[in-house]
């Protein structure tokens, strides 16, 4: 599992990219297809955080 510093680092080149996107784009085009994919990928990243946060938080 990747710490959290790597996690974060991620989220934010994610999040930069989403907002270059056209986030009402369909999901018929390919841009669509890849805002809801790299959406995806940083919901994922989230839990990730949140898991190891609290998992930190349990160990004390």
């Known amino acids: 599992m990747e710490n959290v ?3 974060l680092a991620r989220r934010n080149q994610l999040m930069a990219a989403m907002r270059m996107m056209d986030r009402n784009a369909s999901f018929d085009t390919e841009e669509g297809r ?4 790299t959406l995806v990928k940083l919901v994922m990243i ?3 955080i ?3 946060e609290k998992e930190k ?3 004390k």
């Open 34 to 37: 890849v805002y809801a994919h």
């Open 50 to 52: 949140e898991a190891q």
């Open 5 to 7: 510093q790597d996690l």
């Open 46 to 48: 989230e839990m990730q």
């Open 57 to 59: 938080v349990a160990r």
